[in-house]
């Protein structure tokens, strides 16, 4: 459903991504994994075109271009974004953060109703008229993730979903991504948790230093200790 074909990307003149590769199917969820700074968050807003620009390559959603869409554009054809930052309206309650994204008539896909997405974080419901941005990080993520899920999107893009987050949340984070993945709902995971790899991936794309150097399935991961220890910071 997604195929990013060598693509390269810059902010401004600053090249960071030299040849990335990544195949989405649907259903699939895929990790993507390196250390720190080797383009992971930036492979992601490639994707969504979000502040970098691709500068080479080719970027097709179900068959289709994504070059020159605006965001709102890409979005609408069924790709959801949860950023590393999150971006939640911190002034705004939970309820009306859940109503900001515009309603989507889609017959391609699952659909995600507001009681669908309170059933899967029952939290968020408890905390529906609460200030989004008194909220601990674990339920702003939560947060965020809902408001991916009501722009009905056929593939997810989480970025470090549980990046700064006490251990105990981190694990619901990751128990809400292994709900999704039950639903069908296709993702992109930006992961160094060798557990979350374990729990919910399908296929593993490794990159280093702005490019994909490895890629297959989470068995042929495991089956090779080497990759992780030469691409990821694990002894
Ligand atoms: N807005 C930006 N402007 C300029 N350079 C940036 C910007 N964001 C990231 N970079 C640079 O792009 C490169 C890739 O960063 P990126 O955030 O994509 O890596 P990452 O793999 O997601 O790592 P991290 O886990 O630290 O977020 C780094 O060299 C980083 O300094």
Same mark, same amino acid.
């Given at each position: 459903?997604?195929? +990013? !074909?060598?693509?390269?990307?810059?902010?401004? $003149?600053?090249?960071? +991504?030299?040849?990335?590769?990544?195949?989405?199917?649907?259903?699939?969820?895929?990790?993507?994994?390196?250390?720190?700074?080797?383009? $992971?968050?930036?492979?992601? $807003?490639?994707? *969504?075109?979000?502040?970098?620009? &691709? !500068?080479?390559?080719?970027?097709?959603?179900?068959?289709?271009?994504?070059?020159?869409?605006?965001?709102?554009?890409?979005?609408?054809?069924?790709?959801?974004?949860?950023?590393? @930052?999150?971006?939640?309206?911190? !002034?705004?309650?939970?309820?009306?953060?859940?109503?900001?994204?515009?309603? *989507?008539?889609?017959? @391609?896909?699952?659909?995600?109703?507001?009681?669908?997405?309170?059933? +899967?974080?029952?939290?968020?419901?408890?905390?529906?008229?609460?200030?989004?941005? *008194?909220?601990?990080?674990?339920?702003?993520?939560?947060?965020?993730?809902?408001?991916?899920?009501?722009?009905?999107?056929?593939? +997810?893009?989480?970025?470090?979903?549980?990046?700064?987050?006490?251990?105990?949340?981190?694990?619901?984070? &990751? @128990?809400?991504?292994?709900?999704? $993945?039950?639903?069908?709902?296709?993702?992109?995971?930006?992961?160094?948790?060798?557990? !979350?790899?374990?729990?919910?991936?399908?296929?593993?794309?490794?990159?280093?230093?702005?490019?994909?150097?490895?890629?297959?399935?989470?068995?042929?991961?495991?089956?090779?200790?080497?990759?992780?220890?030469?691409?990821?910071? *694990?002894?």
């Amino acid at each position: 459903m997604l195929r +990013l !074909t060598s693509v390269h990307a810059a902010y401004g $003149k600053s090249e960071v +991504l030299h040849g990335i590769d990544v195949a989405v199917q649907p259903g699939q969820v895929v990790c993507l994994i390196g250390r720190n700074g080797v383009g $992971k968050s930036s492979t992601m $807003k490639a994707i *969504v075109q979000d502040q970098i620009t &691709v !500068t080479g390559g080719e970027i097709t959603f179900d068959g289709a271009s994504l070059a020159g869409l605006s965001r709102h554009e890409i979005v609408r054809r069924g790709v959801g974004y949860v950023p590393e @930052d999150r971006r939640v309206f911190a !002034t705004l309650t939970v309820l009306e953060n859940l109503r900001v994204p515009r309603k *989507v008539v889609a017959q @391609d896909r699952r659909m995600w109703s507001l009681d669908q997405v309170f059933a +899967l974080f029952p939290q968020l419901h408890d905390y529906r008229h609460r200030i989004a941005g *008194v909220m601990s990080g674990g339920e702003q993520q939560m947060l965020s993730i809902a408001r991916a899920l009501l722009t009905q999107p056929k593939l +997810l893009l989480l970025d470090e979903p549980h990046e700064g987050l006490a251990p105990k949340v981190a694990e619901e984070v &990751v @128990d809400a991504i292994v709900a999704l $993945k039950a639903e069908g709902v296709a993702m992109i995971v930006s992961e160094q948790a060798l557990n !979350t790899i374990r729990r919910c991936a399908d296929r593993v794309i490794v990159v280093d230093r702005g490019s994909t150097v490895w890629e297959g399935t989470v068995d042929a991961f495991y089956q090779d200790p080497e990759i992780a220890r030469k691409y990821l910071m *694990v002894q």
